[in-house]
C-alpha cells in the first residue's frame, strides 16, 4: 500500500469526515487549513492546496502570497484532543512558480540541516530529545494600551493564595515559592491533567516517559518524551504544544509556554539532549575520556559552545526568554561545560552510562523556540565544531555561583538580552548557511523580525518603571 492508502484506509476506519493541513509559521506556531476528507486524494497529493503566504508571521510579501501546501503523508494522526475525528497531516511548503520547495519554511530548513548530516559522511542520524517545560494557570489577563499595560496569572495552587477565601475552606495546601519539584498530592493538584496529556501523546505515537510536577509554584509541570531524530522530534514538539493547550483548556486552565512568567520563581526551560549515530553505532561515547565523551563529542560540545551566543536567537528567541535566563534560578548562563553542573550550559548526564544514552545537553533553550529552526541550529553548531575540530577546553564541574568574581570572568556567559542575541546572530551565522541549510534570506528575514519585535516591547512602559520612576 502506498501513503495515500494507508491515510485513506484510516479515514475511512474512523469515519473521519474533516482534515486539518498544518504549517508552521516562521515563528514556531502552527497554522491550519481544514478541508473535507474527500479531498485527500491524488490531486492533493500531486498539486498541493494553495493558501496565502503573505498572511503568515515572517513568509510572503503581499505581492508574492501565492504559497501551496504538500501534505506529509507519513505524518498524518488523527487528533486525540477533537471532539470529532479529525486527521492532522504536517505539510511542506512550495513555490507555486518555481515548484521548489520554500527556504523559509522551518521545516524545510529541518529536512535540509539532515540531509546535510547525511552528506557530510560524519553521521547519518542526530537525536533530539527536548524537556519542554510549562506552566498551567487557572485564569490569565493581560492587556496594553497607549495609556495602560498589565498582567495578571492566577494558579490554585500558587503560594500567593495560601490567604485567599476559598468559600470558607482554603485548606492551606499550597507550593511555596521554588519548591514545587514533584511534591505529591494534595499539594500537586495537576497529576491527574499531566496524565491525560501524556495519554494523548501516546495516542500519536509520542512515547512518554516520566512527569512530574516543576520547581515553581503556579502549576509548572514537565512531561518527557523520548529522543527522536531531527525533523520527527521538531514534528512531535508541536504536537506536544497542541496537546498541552488543549487538553487544559478542556479543564478549564490554560497552558504557556512563555519561559518566565512569574517574577522570582524558577522559569520554564528547554534543555535539548543531543547525540550523532553512524548507522547502528553511537558515536559520543569514550569509555576512557572526561565523562565517557568521545573526542568527537568534545568537539560538538566546542561548536555548542562557539557559536552559543547566536545560537540563543533561535534558542531563546524572545525577550522574556532572558528574564529566565539570570543567576539564582538553576539557570544556565555561563558557556562552559560539566558532566553534573545544572548552572553550566552545557551537562552530560551521568543517570545512565551505557554507549547508547550518552548524550550532551544544552541547556539555555526554552520551549518559546521555533524546534525547527532551533534543533538545526545546535545541529549545524555542532558540526561545525567538528568540522575545525573547536576545543572546548576543560570543564567546570564547580559551582560556577559561587567562584570568585575573578574566575567567574574567565568564564563567558550567555548573551542578557534578545537584542545581543540577535546581534550575535548577524555577527556569526557562517555556520549555520554551509551547505545552504540555512539561507542568508531566513537568517536576514529572522533577524528582522525579531528586531522589530524587541523595538516593540522596549518602547512600551511597564508597570515596574512607574515603581521606580514615576516620583523621581
Known amino acids: ?55 503568515l508571521r ?36 512550495v513555490d507555486p512558480v518555481t ?11 529541518a529536512t535540509k540541516a539532515e540531509a546535510h548530516l547525511n552528506a557530510s559522511g560524519i553521521a547519518d542520524k542526530a537525536f533530539f530529545g527536548p524537556e519542554l517545560e510549562f506552566f498551567l494557570f487557572d485564569n ?3 492587556g496594553l494600551k497607549v495609556n495602560s499595560s498589565f498582567h495578571i496569572v492566577d494558579s490554585d495552587e500558587a503560594d500567593w493564595n495560601s490567604s485567599r477565601d476559598e468559600d470558607g475552606r482554603n485548606l492551606g495546601y499550597k507550593i511555596p515559592p521554588k519548591q514545587g519539584y514533584s511534591p505529591v498530592s494534595p499539594f500537586d493538584t495537576l497529576a491527574d491533567l499531566r496524565w491525560e496529556m501524556a495519554e494523548k501523546m501516546e495516542q500519536i505515537g509520542i512515547e512518554f516517559e516520566v512527569h512530574h510536577h516543576e520547581v515553581a509554584t503556579g502549576g509548572q509541570g514537565e512531561i518527557a518524551t523520548r529522543f527522536n531524530t531531527l525533523l ?11 496537546i498541552i493547550r488543549n487538553v487544559a483548556k478542556s479543564r478549564g486552565k490554560t497552558a504557556t509556554f512563555m519561559p518566565k512568567p512569574l517574577f522570582g520563581d524558577n522559569g520554564t526551560g528547554m534543555h535539548v539532549h543531543q547525540s550523532l549515530w553512524l548507522g547502528d553505532q553511537p558515536l559520543f561515547f569514550d569509555p576512557d575520556n ?36 539570570v543567576p539564582g534560578f538553576e539557570a544556565p548562563i555561563y558557556l562552559a561545560y560539566s558532566q553534573r553542573n545544572r548552572s553550566a550550559a552545557i551537562r552530560i548526564p551521568t543517570y545512565e552510562t551505557s554507549a547508547k544514552s550518552k548524550r550532551v545537553e544544552f541547556r539555555p533553550p526554552d520551549a518559546s523556540a521555533n524546534t525547527y529552526l532551533a534543533f538545526s541550529a545546535m545541529l549545524m553548531a555542532g558540526l561545525d565544531g567538528i568540522r575545525n575540530k573547536i576545543d572546548p577546553g576543560d570543564p567546570t564541574d564547580t559551582d560556577i555561583y559561587e567562584l570568585s568574581p575573578e574566575e567567574i570572568g574567565n568564564i563567558p556567559a550567555v548573551p542578557t ?13 557562517d555556520y ?8 542568508q534570506d531566513v537568517v536576514d528575514n529572522y533577524i528582522a523580525f525579531k528586531e522589530q519585535e524587541a523595538r516593540d516591547v522596549f518602547l512600551h512602559p511597564v508597570p515596574a518603571e512607574f515603581f521606580h520612576y514615576f516620583h523621581i
Open 1 to 55: 500500500m502506498t501513503a495515500l492508502d494507508d491515510v485513506q484506509a484510516t479515514i475511512t476506519n474512523n469515519d473521519v469526515q474533516r482534515v486539518d493541513l498544518l504549517v508552521t509559521d516562521l515563528i514556531g506556531r502552527w497554522q491550519h487549513f481544514s478541508i473535507p476528507a474527500s479531498r485527500v486524494d491524488e490531486d492533493l497529493v500531486q498539486n498541493g492546496q494553495g493558501f496565502d503566504g503573505s498572511s
Open 58 to 93: 515572517g513568509f510572503q510579501a503581499i505581492d508574492e502570497s501565492d504559497m501551496l501546501l504538500f501534505p506529509d503523508l507519513e505524518t498524518a494522526r488523527i487528533d486525540p484532543t477533537e471532539s470529532e475525528p479529525t486527521l492532522k497531516i504536517i505539510c511542506d511548503i
Open 99 to 109: 515548484r521548489e520547495r520554500y527556504t523559509r519554511d522551518p521545516r524545510y530548513v
Open 140 to 142: 490569565v489577563q493581560f
Open 232 to 242: 520527527k522530534k521538531a514534528d512531535e514538539s508541536q504536537w506536544y504544544k497542541h
Open 290 to 325: 572526561y565523562a565517557q565523551l568521545s573526542e568527537l563529542a568534545r568537539y560538538y560540545i566546542g561548536g555548542l559552545l562557539a557559536h552559543g551566543s547566536s545560537l540563543l536567537a533561535f534558542c531563546a528567541p524572545t525577550t522574556n526568554s532572558y528574564k529566565r535566563l
Open 417 to 429: 538580552s534578545m537584542e545581543a542575541a540577535v546581534e550575535a546572530l548577524g555577527a556569526d551565522h
Open 432 to 439: 549555520l548557511t554551509f551547505g545552504d541549510v540555512f539561507t
